[in-house]
């Protein structure tokens, strides 16, 4: 091969590398968006139907107490989406730095995980006023299930932020 060859040879793989990239780049700029708008989407869905869950049981039988525990149910769900589409939004939002994607990582995670344990726990304590009211003392089994396992995934919470601190990340090779 002669230097002519090898020149161009280099400068076609530079071409399709600097396209690679410029693909790679654009990509995220376009599903980011439409990640988190998809979500939001869904947030806004589980909202309305939260408030139709809610007055849903109220106009029919007059059961404020069913109202209230199938709008919560719903509500909850809707916040837990709505967290994931800012937590998609802000994760890969262009004005944070990769020097603080740790950080970032960590933030997002933890509200994220947050808004999770509120969900269980809720909807722990939504089956036992169900269970309690029909007498469905046998069935109690289920809600402490999901208290305890949202506890140990707290504990699992704790241990990521411990491990993921600024002092580990310091003493790591």
Do not use: W
């Not at 994220?112 to 089994?141: R, T, W």
């Amino acid at each position: 091969m002669n230097d002519e060859s090898i020149k161009n040879h280099d400068t076609n793989t530079e071409e399709k590398t600097a396209g690679l990239v410029a693909v790679i780049q654009s990509v995220p700029r376009v599903l980011v968006p439409l990640f988190a708008l998809f979500f939001l989407s869904f947030a806004l869905l589980y909202a309305s139907s939260a408030i139709v869950e809610f007055i849903k049981p109220i106009l029919s039988d007059g059961d404020l107490t069913g109202g209230l525990v199938k709008g919560l149910h719903m509500g909850v769900v809707a916040l837990a989406v709505y967290e994931l589409a800012q937590v998609v939004h802000q994760e890969y939002d262009k004005s944070g730095k990769p020097a603080d994607a740790i950080r970032r990582i960590r933030r997002g995670v933890t509200r994220f995980a947050s808004i999770v344990f509120v969900a269980l726990v809720l909807e722990s304590l939504i089956m036992v006023i169900k269970y309690s009211q029909q007498d469905l003392a046998g069935f109690l089994y289920y809600p402490v299930a999901i208290i305890a396992s949202a506890g140990m995934l707290l504990m699992s919470l704790g241990v990521f932020i411990k491990l993921s601190s600024a002092d580990t990340m310091d003493n790591c090779p």
